[in-house]
DNA sequence: TATAGTAGTTACATTAAAGTAAGTAGTAAC
DNA sequence: GTTACTACTTACTTTAATGTAACTACTATA
């Protein structure tokens, strides 16, 4: 057991011991899908209305053919897009729409997307 | 210029170019900071009571100390956690508490935690 | 006939992330 | 005097993630 000292936190908890376990099982399912270099990435592209593999690739600069190609394919398999094939057009057009499903996904990019803007502002401006 | 064709998606946007952009910048900045296996898990603990070098490890079951260690330094550069030692104990007691600017995490960590959760149960049962 | 665009795949190489195991230093209990 | 606890660090190894470059197949344009 431990002996609470003068001075050490007097453990105001944010989490239950429950809700922790939860939160941790929890969120390693979700970055278990968007955890990648590129996942999340590649879905705020989609959104944004590139919907396209070549369009997709020049948004994100520096991904490559291969990782772009594996990425979708893990969204699919995850519902978060819909690929359609228009095998008519020539050249062959492939699009990768984002799903109803995917809008489940616009709390984590806002709150990555806030939490990072202001996160880099607080630590460029020397500290404190 | 793409020309529309029937069946395609005539995208309906949702987020303009400028918000793609920022969008992206400002995730890829959050996940430079939270992005690794185990950065959020450690916040977590943190968040949930577990604020001693060996009960953090003990919580996250499976990482080392060598990863606990650059884990710990790595929030406190980005001033989420707080070290404090109390060097007239014995053995000496080193203790890591959440800063207030942490509880700047907690959108993300619910969002995160809801998603992950509702996911696993949509994907786990059989699809549609 | 060569070049470019569509959307990818494949084999191979490299880099980055993480794990393993042992060691350190101080005290205290057995 | 050996084991155990605290909180780590160090050197080395392995695994996972990602990158590179070339190639496929079809059509169209120069």
């Known amino acids: ?5 003068k001075g050490m ?6 989490y239950s011991q429950i809700q922790c376990k939860n939160r941790l099982s929890s969120t390693e399912d979700a970055l ?4 990648g270099r590129w996942t999340i990435r590649v879905m705020i592209a ?3 209305g590139h919907t396209r593999f070549n369009d997709i690739q020049r948004t994100l600069k520096g991904i490559s053919a291969k990782m772009l190609s594996s990425e979708l394919k893990k969204l699919e398999v995850n519902l978060l897009v819909e690929r359609n094939v228009y ?7 492939v ?4 799903t109803e499903y995917s809008q489940s996904l ?3 990019i806002t709150a990555l ?6 996160h880099k502002r607080k630590i460029t401006s020397d500290d404190n």
Chains 1, 2 share one sequence.
């Not at 936190?9 to 944010?14: G, P, R, T």
């Open 113 to 118: 997307a806030q939490w990072g803007a202001q």
């Open 1 to 5: 057991m431990l002996k609470e000292k």
């Open 32 to 35: 278990y899908v968007l955890g």
């Open 9 to 14: 936190a007097v453990n105001k908890l944010e």
């Open 106 to 108: 616009k709390d984590i």
């Open 95 to 98: 699009e990768y729409v984002p």
């Open 46 to 48: 989609i959104l944004g």
């Open 87 to 93: 095998a008519d057009q020539t050249p062959v057009v």
